[in-house]
């Protein structure tokens, strides 16, 4: 029997690399999002909407999360998470 992967916090927002103040919770979030992540064995998953595509790392507090972007290319956005949804555990 194979062993099922971990289950996973997903974490979506409009963007986390822009200067400004949602950008700025968006961080601040999804830096949370991992921390709960670690001390509940689960993996995180970021994504944002309007960064460029493919992978982006923010910093919070001197310590750097990787997300995925997808270049406000809604209809990618949208086919990515249903192949995330047996994997996840919470979706904020």
């Given at each position: 029997?194979?062993?099922?992967?971990?289950?996973?916090?997903?974490?979506?927002?409009?963007?986390?690399?822009?200067?400004?103040?949602?950008?700025?919770v968006?961080?601040?979030?999804?830096?949370?999002?991992?921390?709960?992540?670690?001390?509940?064995?689960?993996?995180?998953?970021?994504?944002?909407?309007?960064d460029?595509?493919?992978?982006?790392?923010?910093?919070?507090g001197?310590?750097?999360?990787?997300?995925?972007?997808f270049?406000?290319?809604?209809?990618?956005?949208?086919?990515?998470?249903?192949?995330?949804?047996?994997?996840?555990?919470?979706?904020?």
């Amino acid at each position: 029997m194979s062993e099922m992967a971990p289950k996973v916090i997903l974490g979506v927002f409009p963007e986390l690399t822009a200067v400004g103040g949602i950008q700025q919770v968006s961080r601040h979030t999804g830096a949370t999002l991992e921390e709960l992540a670690t001390r509940k064995c689960l993996r995180c998953e970021l994504v944002a909407l309007n960064d460029p595509s493919g992978r982006g790392v923010f910093e919070v507090g001197g310590r750097e999360y990787r997300f995925q972007g997808f270049a406000r290319n809604k209809a990618a956005l949208l086919a990515y998470l249903p192949s995330r949804a047996r994997q996840t555990q919470l979706i904020f």
